[in-house]
Structure formats: structure tokens, C-alpha cells
């Protein structure tokens, strides 16, 4: 779990710089695009903590 977040903190700090340079150079647009993709790389990365957490709500409810 602690490489998911570490990996997802590194992509998104890398997002945001990169985001941030774009709009400073006038590519806003450009920006939105990076802001966006990262999000979708973000929730890519943290597939397996969330299929996790209902194989775990899934044995907890299945125990009653």
C-alpha cells in the first residue's frame, strides 16, 4: 500500500510542475490535459487498494 501512495504522490507532485510550467508558458489548455491525465493515472495506480477494500467489505459482510 505504502508503494501505491508513494508512486501516486510522485505522479502527481510531476503533474502538477508540469501543469504549472504549461500555464506559465501560456498553454492552459495543455494544463488541463495534464491535470486530468494524472488524476486518471492516480486512480489507475490505486486500483488494487480499492479492489482490496471490497474484497474486504465483501468477506465482512459475507461472514453475517
Known amino acids: 500500500a505504502a508503494q501505491i501512495i ?3 504522490t ?3 507532485m510531476i503533474a502538477e510542475l508540469t501543469a504549472l510550467i504549461c500555464t506559465d ?3 492552459s ?3 488541463k490535459t495534464i491535470r486530468t491525465v494524472s488524476v486518471a ?3 489507475w495506480l490505486s ?5 482490496a477494500l471490497l ?3 465483501d468477506s465482512m ?3 453475517l
Open 6 to 8: 508513494l508512486k501516486s
Open 10 to 12: 510522485g505522479v502527481g
Open 25 to 27: 508558458s501560456g498553454n
Open 29 to 31: 489548455a495543455i494544463a
Open 41 to 43: 493515472t492516480i486512480l
Open 47 to 51: 486500483l488494487p487498494m480499492f479492489t
Open 55 to 57: 474484497d474486504m467489505i
Open 61 to 63: 459482510i459475507g461472514g
